[in-house]
């Protein structure tokens, strides 16, 4: 079945360095969502992309979409307290819009 | 959030017992999810519905059942809850906005198996 990593696992930053997490499937994606999950909270839509190529920014944070729909990244510049948490790909195939596939998550740790 | 409400919360059980975690939505969304969150593997789908009476399996679906017997009302069942079992479950629906399927997750129930 589909699968999709994520690397690294876990970071650990100072506030105010860069971040970045990967996504990797191990199939072409219809289109990929990213959630991000609070410690001890639940999962929270952040944004979803579709097209070939797409970047999207929401403030500090920078969504990619590979150019073969296979691979996603999420970069967070000048990381803040308020980063903290886990981040999730999602993907979904083409006729399964119903579904996501999440990935294995990265863990940030942000520390003043 | 979404209307989604999760219970219980918290369960401590035997093995070999059995256990129904219920989910409850209060705005008629058709789509409805349950997941198991376990380190290291993220977000695994356990079953979903896609109506009343209408379910499919995950790519977790073992030792897990569900029913859907109103479109408020997600349960799942673990007929004879194992160690394994052990993990954070999650369920969620999707809610279609501006061409996007967004999943809102409940707030989650944290099953230990003893």
Known sequence: GQQVMQIPQYQHVQEGEDFTTYCNSSTTLSNIQWYKQRPGGHPVFLIQLVKSGEVKKQKRLTFQFGEAKKNSSLHITATQTTDVGTYFCAGTNTGTASKLTFGTGTRLQVTL | ?114
């Open chain 2, 1 to 114: 959030d979404a209307g989604i409400t999760q219970s219980p919360r918290h369960k401590v059980t035997e093995t070999g017992t059995p256990v129904t975690l219920r989910c409850h939505q209060t705005e008629n969304h058709r789509y409805m999810y349950w997941y198991r969150q376990d380190p290291g593997h993220g977000l695994r789908l356990i079953h979903y519905s896609y109506g009343v009476k209408d379910t499919d399996k995950g790519e977790v679906s073992d030792g897990y059942s569900v029913s859907r017997s109103k479109t408020e009302d997600f349960l799942l069942t673990l007929e004879s809850a194992t160690s394994s079992q052990t993990s954070v479950y999650f369920c969620a629906i999707s809610e279609r906005l501006a061409g996007v399927n967004i999943q809102y997750f409940g707030a989650g129930t944290r099953l230990s198996v003893l």
